[in-house]
């Protein structure tokens, strides 16, 4: 049955049983309550392009370990927010956009390898980047701007863990020791640009050489951040609160802005928003409750950065 089976909403289904949907036409699959998938459940399918099962946690043994979305090359969307686990090759070879798991404390070897149109990774709680995590043998660059990684309890990263792809951004709060670090060009150099990365105080070893790269390093001066950054070349920029903020905020809302978003790099970042009956980034009261990254008001922005962690 499942062969011409093509979309489906399941809002009552809990576990996607073994095989469910193998070899299958299945394009896409929204079930909001699934809290469990099987061996097999979504293999092999090749055409399937998004796959909404935000309250699944893990399979016995951890997504990955029974080829769930084996040969799945066309999956761009996933939404499992709720995993904690990744095993070896779990989302190899996928088209997946946006690593989205806020709650991932694991990962193993290639977990995400030649996911060639990968942009952002957030993984906030992840505490160890294994080797072959982002890698991979497709050089094809879908994303010429280059991945944003936010990795912030990242505390050491394996060999190779990265690959050619080329990074914009990435940030760290607690890493200690890195055996590899991303790319800021591809592997051809044919979209160079320049990767800025936050690097905390906890940071003590580099072992990859990273001369010739185009990082911007943020960090703490008088570090082994600093020090790694002018060792090899690259531009090292002291934390503060006048330079974490990296792009301006609209000193206003309109129904064009929406909603007001500072870029802020840093780490222990914390926020206040400022309202104000002119359109001044300098001036106002602060707005009661208004501690977040976003608001939705007429105001003004203050950041302040610790340089510690």
């Known amino acids: 049955m499942t062969y011409s089976f093509v979309a489906g909403y399941f809002p009552k289904l809990e576990v996607v049983g073994a095989r469910a949907f193998q070899y299958s036409a299945i394009v896409s699959f929204d079930g ?74 694991t990962m193993k070897n290639n977990a995400l390898y030649d996911c060639m149109s990968l942009k952002v990774i957030h993984m906030p709680l992840l ?24 990795l912030d309890s990242v505390t050491e990263i394996a060999e190779d863990a990265f690959g050619f792809y080329p990074t914009a951004r990435i940030e760290f709060s607690h890493l200690v020791t890195a055996q590899s670090l991303p790319a800021s060009n591809d ?29 911007k390093v943020y960090g703490t001066k008088g570090t082994y951040a600093e020090e790694w950054a002018n060792a090899n070349g690259h531009e090292f920029i002291e934390i503060s609160q ?35 009956y002119t359109a001044d980034n ?7 409750g208004a501690t977040e990254k976003e608001v939705m008001q007429y105001a003004s922005f203050n950041s302040e950065t610790e340089t510690g962690v």
């Open 282 to 288: 300098t001036a106002g009261e602060p707005i009661e």
């Open 32 to 105: 909001p309550e699934v809290r469990a998938i099987n061996r097999g459940s979504f293999a092999s399918c090749s055409r399937l392009e998004s796959v909404n099962i935000p309250k699944c946690t893990e399979t016995v043994w951890g997504i990955g370990s029974n080829g769930e979305f084996e040969d799945a090359s066309m999956l761009a969307v996933l939404q499992m927010s709720s995993t904690q686990n990744l095993l070896a090759g779990a989302l190899q070879g996928t088209r997946i956009e946006t690593a989205y798991f806020p709650f991932l404390k």
């Open 187 to 215: 592997e051809n150099g044919l979209f160079p640009q320049q990767c800025t990365i936050a690097m905390p105080s906890t940071f003590k070893e580099c072992t990859e050489d990273t001369v010739g790269r185009n990082y």
């Open 127 to 150: 505490e160890s980047v294994p080797k072959g995590a982002f890698d991979g043998i497709n050089i094809t660059i879908s994303s010429p701007k280059g991945r944003v990684y936010y």
């Open 242 to 276: 006048e330079t974490a903020l990296l792009q301006d905020v609209p000193m206003e809302y309109t129904d064009e802005t929406q909603v007001l978003s500072p870029d802020v790099i840093g780490f222990n970042r914390t926020y206040q928003w400022y309202g104000s």
